[in-house]
């Protein structure tokens, strides 16, 4: 594919979204942009967060992972299932009868204004640096297939779609991305499809041809009972469970389009909804891995050193325009859906957590409108330099970077919010910071030394569960004698 033709695929795709925010953006209020005005159809909001939860990370590393890790993905998309049935049963009744436009209101309700300080913390910190991570994959393929050939660098390349993605996110909020997202997870969905199409067309295969190839292949490998390895069935299960209710359940950027949603009913039915085409998607890209593996070893290619870049390597080299064509239009639409959404809910939770814009009555519509959009902006830039700090130092499969970070900055998340729910003590509100940045602390010690304390042992994702554990300890030490 030409630099020019990938060009015109990605500027027609950008087109579509700018007609979605202007048709959206429209007389937004404050309402609309935080809330959507709470009229979002429960069907769109299901869809959409199939690009929030999958990113470009699902669609280049997922399959690439394939060839070390086989099937065992899918472990944790078992436990996804389960983690989902937990945040519609408890989590959503909970926010909808506090009417929270921010989630971590709770904390501040529940233990004190430090609590939902701390929380907001670590949930910035968790997305800022995740929509990097996610971002940076998408913008490097982009950069070394088309701006490397003009010598255009990758920070012009990194701030140009964050502009575009600006544009269309500032004044419309909730209410835009809900559309737009559903837009883009079709055509995420629609990209993984046709891919395996294009492959199997490639290798004479029909659908029984492509189902026997996965099925048979030596990367089809779903469960592993060894309890020394990372991949441990059991292990893998349970963080599952713990990263769904964490990244979706606790997290803000997918909370907050949940509740935009007109009743409690239609959240729950947007989330059973999700779990179900999320477990479907998931299997197919994991499918796409395989058939990419297959193919290359019957065509005798190569299998690049950095296996991010399997997926886009064979498209661009081996498979010929039309998977090209399909490869940039779901890679750009796992771009814009990853990070457009985060720049507004970072700005929700900044402005109402560490700000609380909503405990300042005489403060003018205006002026609130005014200071949104300027931290809309400094959280666009900031975005930027994180993206530029990760390609310097990022070495390893970007999905591992991404859930093992999470394993760090949800950890407080999940205690806090597991105390509050299990607990009936109040805390010493003041000392929740400290208990919060002692627990990944402690969890970082632990990982580097895990193998010699414990007999081999390997730590993988289940850091999250034992980073939870640690700040609900924590929290205990701290509790006060008198019940609520």
């Known amino acids: 594919m030409s630099p020019v033709l990938i060009l015109g695929c990605v500027g027609a795709y950008f087109c579509f979204l700018l007609i979605i925010a202007w ?226 359940g606790l997290d803000q950027n997918m909370m907050q389009k949940n509740l935009s949603c007109r009743t409690l009913k239609d959240a729950q039915k947007n989330i059973y909804a999700f779990t179900g085409v999320m477990f479907v998607v998931n299997l197919c890209f994991l499918s796409l891995g395989a058939l990419l593996y297959h193919y290359a070893s019957v065509k005798g290619v190569e299998i690049p050193g950095d296996t991010d870049r399997l997926f886009p390597f064979l498209v661009f080299e081996h498979l010929g325009v039309f998977a090209g064509i399909v490869f940039v239009v779901g890679l750009t639409a796992a771009t814009f859906s990853s990070a457009d959404s985060v720049l507004t809910t970072l700005t929700t939770s900044f402005s109402f957590d560490l700000m609380g814009i909503d405990r300042k009555p005489n403060m003018s519509d205006e002026r609130k409108r005014s200071l949104r959009h300027q931290i809309h902006i400094v959280f666009a830039v900031l975005l930027l330099l994180v993206i530029l700090v990760f390609k310097a130092l990022n070495s390893q499969a970007i999905i591992t970077a991404v859930l093992t970070l999470a394993g760090y900055t949800y950890g407080p998340l999940l205690g806090l919010f597991a105390f509050g729910l299990m607990c009936r003590a109040k805390v010493n509100d003041r000392w929740v910071p400290v208990v919060c940045v002692v627990s990944p602390l402690l969890c970082l010690t632990l990982n580097g030394s895990s193998e010699w304390l414990l007999r081999g042992y390997r730590l993988g994702f289940e850091l999250l569960i034992l980073n939870g554990l640690f700040t609900f300890a924590g929290l205990m030490l701290i509790r006060r004698r008198s019940p609520i």
């Open 23 to 248: 048709r959206t953006s429209r007389n937004a209020t404050p309402a609309a942009y935080y809330l959507g005005n709470k009229a979002s159809p429960w069907y769109a909001v299901a869809f959409g967060l199939i690009g929030d939860s999958l990113s470009g990370v699902t669609f280049i590393s997922v399959p690439g992972q394939v060839g070390a890790g086989k099937f065992a993905y899918m472990q944790v998309v078992l436990g996804y299932v389960v983690g989902y049935i937990v945040i519609a049963q408890i989590l959503l009744p909970l926010y909808y009868r506090l009417n929270l436009i921010s989630i971590y209101s709770y904390l501040r309700d529940r233990f004190g204004t430090a609590s939902q300080k701390s929380g907001a913390f670590f949930f910035l910190v968790s997305r800022i640096t995740g929509a990097a991570a996610r971002l940076y994959l998408a913008a490097n393929v982009i950069q070394a297939f088309v701006f490397d050939q003009w010598g255009i660098p990758f920070w012009l390349t990194v701030s140009v779609i964050i502009l575009l993605i600006l544009i269309y996110t500032v004044k419309g909020g909730i209410r835009t991305l809900v559309w737009t997202d559903t837009f883009q997870s079709s055509f995420l969905v629609i990209g993984v499809i046709l891919s395996i199409w294009a492959i199997a067309n490639e290798l004479g295969l029909g659908i029984g041809g492509v189902i026997s190839t996965v099925w048979e292949s030596d990367h089809a490998q779903v469960f592993f009972w060894d309890w020394h390895e990372k991949r441990y069935f059991w292990k893998q299960f349970f963080s599952g469970i713990s990263l769904a209710i964490v990244m979706t």
